[in-house]
Structures are given as C-alpha cells and as structure tokens.
C-alpha cells in the first residue's frame, strides 16, 4: 500500500526558505515519478513540481519556476521540495503523490506571512 508522510512545513516570513520532505513506502520508489502538489485555502489542488524516478528529469509550475527545486533520495525513499524566496501567496497546505496512485499524504502546512 502506498503511504506517503510529508514533513517540514512552518511559519516563515517573506523571501524567506523551507525544504519539505515526503517520505515514502509500500512501493519501489525508484521506479515512480513523484509530484509536489499544493492546496490554497479556498482553491484547488495544483500540481507544483515533478521529478522523473532517476531525478534526471524535473518539471515546475510556472509559479515556483526559479524558486523552488523539487530532488529525490532514492536510497531514502524521500522526495523533497526546496522553496526559497517565498511569497504569501505560496501559502498553502502541500502534499506529494506517486504518479498512478490516488493516495495523498496527511501534507505539511506552509505559512509565509510578515
């Protein structure tokens, strides 16, 4: 079964840097491409980065691109999202998600607020 357990949210101020993780099981992690989605309050899901199984391959929202860097640890089984220059509007609850599973994590809450 596919668990995902995303880690590493916070309070954090304007132009300021959080790096998220998700670690994963119940699959062979390697073999899967992996997303980053997000949830604003109010707003639907939108996919933000993903990254192929190697990690050679990556792909970003027009919104974070140049910001955040989504990499994977496959020895760890654990993707993660670096955000850096953060902006208000980047506050959101985020997941990660396996390509072809419906399962989502509990996510981690990102707040950017002066």
């Known amino acids: 079964q596919v668990q995902l357990v995303e880690s590493g949210g916070g309070l954090v101020q304007p132009g300021g840097s959080l790096r998220l993780s998700c670690a994963a099981s119940?699959?062979?992690?390697?073999?899967?491409?992996m997303h980053w989605y997000r949830q604003a309050p109010g707003k639907e899901r939108e996919e933000v980065a993903t990254?192929?199984?190697?990690?050679?391959?990556?792909s970003y929202a027009d919104s974070v691109k140049g910001r955040f860097t989504i990499s994977r640890d496959n020895a760890k089984n654990t993707v993660y999202l670096q955000m850096n220059n953060l902006k208000p509007e980047d506050t959101a609850v985020y997941y990660c998600?396996?390509?072809?599973?419906?399962?989502w994590g509990q996510g981690t809450q990102v707040t950017v607020t002066s």
């Open positions: 998600k396996r390509l072809g599973s419906n399962n």
């Open positions: 990254i192929g199984g190697t990690g050679r391959s990556t």
């Open positions: 119940g699959f062979t992690f390697s073999s899967y491409l």
